[in-house]
């Protein structure tokens, strides 16, 4: 597939990723699917003219036909992502061109609009397979939750997997502030406050302070601002979709915040004291969390006394048993010396978060662990 590349019509150049491939001889449709673009974040390669390029048609992470263009790309190979974009939706004679070039799906503007902008940043994002993502959340106050998010997101940094961990209660003491990164430079909460619709996975990733291959997204010390159910559901989305891990330390309290971050967890870890009052309060969190998650585990902490062990606090809190966490030798000073926790390959916290990450990895790919 010969031709060039050049467009006789002059574009809007959109900031962003790579796009997809247009090809089209409507003007009108152009400038709509420049539009879709800009506010998917992708930068598009138009060919308004000729046929696109073998090398574009190949390379693109997707290609938009306009029907009317359909004679341009006949003949050239078949291709996953080749989507036929009209404004009939009701013309027959799209869905036989369609099938002629082996089209995935024809797309009536405006009526498709919204899946063609996800589906464009998708594509332009090099979206996979959604990011693992586990909530942790104390069954009482002062029960390490904590410590337990930054140890697992170590954890998963540390055998490669990309990492974000996101703080999500904002009366907490800071992750930052446990992990070192107070005074990293990055975006904290207040910054994406206000965002709304679709958050562009890269450009969050690249924003946020980090530690080694681990992201954070945490508080900051200073402004006290309200965020939005929306503008959580947006970001936590825009995290996942970086892909890897994603580790969310959740405050106890039930309110919209928590239910929208409990929406996007796979897996949920309650974290929870070996003492008889700390298994009460417990209790009463678990039963708050079962109407908003499927998969709530119990992690028992020592140290037991008191005739507890692991397994009779996961059947009196009414969850299935994650594992047990004995205290971990040296923490303060581990700390004080501005290592996270879990830093110490050896240590109760790196040996269970890479226990219980393994697991849920390999579920989470449909394999054994």
């Known amino acids: 597939m010969n031709g060039t590349n050049a467009s006789d019509r002059p574009h809007a150049h959109v900031e962003g990723v790579r796009g997809p491939l247009i090809v089209t001889e409507d003007e009108r449709l152009l400038d709509d699917l420049l539009r879709l673009c800009a506010a998917a974040g992708a930068e ?58 082996g089209a995935d799906h024809v797309l009536a503007l405006p009526q498709a609009e919204g899946w063609l902008v996800d589906r464009i940043a998708d594509a332009a994002e090099g ?14 106050g002062g029960a390490g939750a904590s410590t337990l998010a930054c140890a697992l997101a170590v ?11 996101v703080d999500g209660d904002p009366l907490g003491g800071g992750l930052d502030v446990l992990l070192g990164v107070e005074h990293t430079a990055g975006l904290r909460w207040p910054d994406l406050a206000a965002s709304r619709g679709r958050v562009n996975s890269g450009v969050l990733e690249a924003s946020l302070p980090r530690l080694g291959e681990l992201t954070l ?53 309650l974290v929870v004291p070996a003492e008889l009052r700390a298994v009460a309060a417990a209790g009463r969190v678990a039963a708050s969390l079962g109407l908003v998650l499927d998969d709530l585990r119990i992690v028992a902490r020592g140290p037991f006394a008191g005739g507890l062990d692991a397994a009779e606090i996961a059947e009196l809190v009414g969850g299935p048993l994650a594992g047990e966490l004995p205290p971990e ?41």
Do not use: Y
């Not at 979206?127 to 959340?137: D, F, R, S, W, Y």
């Not at 269970?352 to 990895?361: G, N």
């Open 44 to 101: 598009p390669e138009v060919v308004f003219t000729a046929p696109p390029r073998s090398t574009s048609w190949e390379e693109a992470p997707l290609v938009l036909v306009g029907v009317e263009a359909h004679n341009r790309v006949r003949g050239a190979a078949r291709r996953d992502g080749l989507l036929l974009v009209t404004h009939d939706g009701d013309d027959p004679v799209a869905w036989r061109r369609a099938v002629e070039l």
């Open 127 to 140: 979206a996979a397979q959604p990011a693992l993502t586990v909530g942790v959340v104390g069954g009482s």
């Open 155 to 165: 954890a998963a940094a540390r055998v490669g997997q990309r990492t974000m961990l």
């Open 217 to 269: 997204l945490s508080w900051d010390r200073g402004r006290q601002v309200p965020l939005p159910p929306q503008a959580l559901r947006s970001v936590l989305g825009a995290a996942r979709r970086c892909g890897g891990v994603v580790v969310v330390d959740v405050p106890r309290r039930m309110d919209e915040v928590t239910a929208e971050v409990f929406a996007q967890v796979d897996v949920g870890l």
């Open 329 to 369: 030798p040296g923490i303060r000073e581990l700390l004080a010396r501005g290592a996270p926790p879990g830093s110490a390959p050896r240590g109760p916290l790196a040996r269970f978060s890479a226990a219980f990450l393994a697991q849920a990895l390999a579920a989470a790919r449909g394999v054994a662990a």
